[in-house]
C-alpha cells in the first residue's frame, strides 16, 4: 500500500526558505522508473506543478519557480525534500507530494503553508 | 511550454445525464500523455485516467476518456451525486507536466 505525507510549517515568513519533506511507504526510489513529485494549489485555485525527481536522481523544475527551487531525495529515509526561496504571500497554498514518474497515483492529504508577516 | 484549457469552467448537471469535459492543449501533447483528475472539496486530487483513455484502479467505468493530439475529452456517463467535484487534465508528454485550470461539475 502506497502513502505519502508531507511535512513541515504551517506559516513562514516574506522572504525566508519553506522546507517540506515527503515521508512515503510501499514503494523505493531506489527502483527504476519511479518518481516523486510536488504540486501546489493556492486557496481556491488550480493545480500547479513544481518539481519531479527520480529514482536516478533526474529533477525537473517549474521553468517560473526553477530558480527559487531544489528538489533533492534520502532514499534510506523514504523521504524527499522539496525547498523553496524567497517565499511570497503569493506563495500561500497547500502543498502536495505524489507518487509517479509521469502522472500521479497516489497523493498525500497535502499541508496548508500561509506566508505571513 | 503546453498551456491546457479546459472548458466549460462550471457544468451543472442533473443525476443520470452524461457530462462531457473538455481539455485543449496549447500544442500537440505527445503520445497522448494526458491525464485526469477529480477533486472533491478538502480532499487530494485523485487519477481517474492515465495515458489519455486507461482508467485508474478502481475508477467506475462511467468515466471515460479519449482524444489525441490537442483534443482531450472526459465523459462522465449517469453522473451520480458524489461526482461533484473540479476535474482537472494534466499532461505529461513534456516538461513541466503542466496542469489545466479545471472544470467544476455540480450535481443538481
Known amino acids: 500500500q502506497i502513502t505519502l505525507k508531507e511535512s513541515g510549517p504551517t506559516l513562514v515568513k516574506p522572504t525566508q526558505t519553506l522546507t517540506l519533506t515527503c515521508t512515503f511507504s510501499g514503494f523505493s526510489l531506489r527502483t527504476t522508473g519511479v518518481g516523486v513529485g510536488w504540486i501546489r494549489q493556492p486557496p481556491g485555485k488550480a493545480l500547479e506543478w513544481l518539481a519531479l525527481?527520480?529514482?536516478?536522481?533526474?529533477?525537473r523544475y517549474s521553468p517560473s519557480l526553477k530558480n527559487r527551487l531544489t528538489i533533492t531525495k534520502d532514499t534510506s529515509k523514504n523521504q524527499v525534500v522539496l525547498a523553496l526561496t524567497n517565499m511570497d504571500p503569493l506563495d500561500t497554498a497547500t502543498y502536495y507530494c505524489?507518487?509517479?514518474?509521469?502522472?500521479?497515483?497516489?497523493w498525500g492529504q497535502g499541508t496548508l503553508v500561509t506566508v505571513s508577516s | 511550454e503546453i498551456v491546457l484549457t479546459q472548458s466549460p469552467g462550471t457544468l451543472s448537471m442533473s443525476p443520470g445525464e452524461r457530462a462531457t469535459l473538455s481539455c485543449r492543449a496549447s500544442?500537440?501533447?505527445?503520445?497522448?500523455?494526458l491525464g485526469w483528475y477529480q477533486q472533491k472539496p478538502g480532499q487530494a486530487p485523485r487519477l481517474l485516467s492515465h495515458?489519455?483513455?486507461s482508467r485508474a484502479t478502481g475508477i467506475p467505468d462511467r468515466f471515460s476518456g479519449s482524444g489525441s493530439g490537442t483534443d482531450f475529452t472526459l465523459t462522465i456517463n449517469r453522473l451520480e451525486p458524489e461526482d461533484s467535484a473540479v476535474y482537472y487534465c494534466?499532461?505529461?508528454?513534456?516538461?513541466?507536466?503542466?496542469f489545466g485550470q479545471g472544470t467544476k461539475v455540480e450535481i443538481k
Open positions: 495515458g489519455a483513455s
Open positions: 500544442q500537440s501533447v505527445s503520445s497522448r500523455y
Open positions: 494534466q499532461q505529461y508528454g513534456s516538461s513541466p507536466r503542466t
Open positions: 505524489a507518487h509517479g514518474a509521469v502522472y500521479f497515483d497516489y
Open positions: 525527481i527520480y529514482w536516478n536522481d533526474d529533477k
